[in-house]
């Protein structure tokens, strides 16, 4: 069965702390795989997609690369704003689970 | 560009009713997706819909329905409510079926008492 795990649930950091994300995922066919941000109460926001391994984006203070097996979120120097709740989700070759399977999110706060 | 427009953003009903959540994409988007959000169980997909059709669904009771109309809006039905559909109901619009990034809406915040 296609599964996508992120870790940790909860991430506690300083302003200025770097660190990163871990999604991990075990698919069939990936299709592309997808980072969300997604604030209390509201839609997930679409940060980056990926699509093959060794594939980078930037924006701003977040780094997301891909390997084949799991893709990684790195925050430098984060600021309290970017506290959210950080998803994981790809899109796999005939899945049955339908068309986005998400993790369950990494819920990230940063504190001045 | 608007972004993808829902409604009613809040909606409290009690077991057995049935509720209908709206969903507009973005301007020439034809793809739409729902989505459960729950905090036990995350972000689980219910179906998605191109050119009026719904051409992919997750493993959701008969009792979740939607549908599109001709200008690539969709409405969601949940019959016979229960407790359990307590959620928030997220929309996501994509330019093509199954394809391309999906943006969301800010959700439909469904209380069932």
């Known amino acids: 069965e296609d599964q996508v795990t992120q870790s940790p649930e909860a991430l506690r950091l300083q302003e200025g702390e770097s660190s990163s994300l871990n999604c991990s995922y075990t698919?069939?066919?990936?299709?592309?795989l997808f980072w969300y941000r997604q604030d209390p109460g509201k839609g997930p926001e679409f940060l980056f997609t990926?699509?093959?391994a060794g594939e980078e984006k930037e924006k701003e203070r977040l780094k997301a690369t891909l390997t084949k097996k799991e893709s990684f979120l790195h925050i430098t120097a984060p600021k309290p704003e970017d506290s959210a709740t950080y998803l994981c989700?790809?899109?796999?070759?005939?899945?049955?689970?339908?068309?986005?399977?998400f993790g369950k999110g990494t819920k990230l706060s940063v504190k001045p | 560009k608007a972004g993808v427009t829902q409604t009613p953003r809040y909606l409290i009903k009690t077991r057995g009713q049935q509720v209908t959540l709206s969903c507009s994409p973005i301007?020439?988007?034809?793809?739409v997706s729902w989505y459960q959000q729950t905090p036990g169980q995350g972000l689980q997909f219910l179906f998605e819909?191109?050119?009026?059709?719904?051409?992919n669904k997750g493993n959701f009771p008969g009792r979740f329905s939607g549908r599109q109309f001709s200008n690539s809006r969709s409405e969601m039905n949940v019959s016979t409510l229960e407790l359990g559909d307590s959620a928030l109901y997220l929309c996501?619009?994509?330019?093509?079926?199954?394809?391309?990034?999906?943006?969301f809406g800010p959700g439909t915040r469904l209380l069932v008492l």
């Open positions: 996501a619009s994509s330019p093509d079926l199954s394809l391309g990034t999906q943006y």
């Open positions: 698919v069939s066919g990936l299709r592309g």
């Open positions: 990926l699509y093959s």
């Open positions: 989700a790809v899109r796999v070759y005939g899945g049955s689970q339908g068309n986005l399977i």
């Open positions: 301007s020439g988007h034809r793809s």
């Open positions: 819909y191109f050119s009026e059709t719904q051409r």
